[in-house]
């Protein structure tokens, strides 16, 4: 794989997939090829053949999947399971088929079981129950990841899996119920601080620890997983770093510039009290991110106020 070689990302236009690009170019990689989902439908196994058939990437990295918050996930388990597994399945399938030099496909932290032992190890993969309200979501997530798995061993192909941990950044959700903790703080901080509310509520205790990944960070590390691993155990990409709810909660203020009092609502759910990944293996192949939480909140609110992504 060099600079020039052809490289296909599935799912350009989402949170990740987006970071991604961005970094490939960064990295000097002049020869991308993406399709919107309107172009190619990745459900769709002969279009999928059609556009391997014509294009004959050299490398593919799989961003491209549904996702949505735990409200979506419950509400269409079927929608869920159905088109990521057809996703996984006609590119990695077909990728396999043209015998693709490089293939990484992304998993996600929540498809680890739902009480793995923290900070959770890659081995932690399948070992108890998923939770029930992205089962679907996992599922599919889990045979991607096995089916690249077994081209590797059986094949000897190079593909590779990834599993982020939980990801913000310019491109985020901002969604005003169904977004993950960090875009919906930065909506609230922001409505709150522009209609001088002089307090706000925080969902929950503020105690449940999490790690926040800075997608230009995934990105950064997809590139050097790209060109640096190949071996078909999957692989964490983390900061290893907590802060709880509460601590996020303040940094976001000062980002934002609030000036009310934080208050906690615990009428709302915690969720899991603590989810942080272990990414020792990761460190050890030299990779460690660079973006703190506290200049990645930055850029993503100037990318808010820049974008008008709130309104
Ligand atoms: P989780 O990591 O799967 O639990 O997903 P979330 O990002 O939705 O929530 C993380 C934590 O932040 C939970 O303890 C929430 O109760 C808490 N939280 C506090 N305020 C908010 C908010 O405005 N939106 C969301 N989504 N979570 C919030």
Redesign the pocket.
Known sequence: MNLTSKIYIAGHRGLVGSGIVRALREAGYQNLVMRTHQELDLTRQSEVEEFFENERPAGVIVAAAKVG??LANQSFPSEFLYENLMIASNVIHTAAKQKVEKLLFLGSS?IYPKFAPQPIQEKSLLTGPLEKTNEAYAISKIAGLKLTEYYNTQYGLKFISAMPS?LYGPGDNFHP?H???????I??FHEAKMNHSPVI??????K?L?EFLYVDDLAAAVCFLFQNYEAPELINIGTGDEVT?AE??LLIKQTVGYEGKIE??EG?????PR?VMDCTRIRGLGWGPRVDLHAGLKSTYEWVLRTGALK
């Open positions: 918050g735990i929540c939980n119920d977004s993950h903790v960090i875009p919906g703080l909506r609230r509520k925080v969902w929950g205790t503020g449940p999490r709810i996020l909660a906690f609502d709302f759910p915690d969720g899991t989810k």
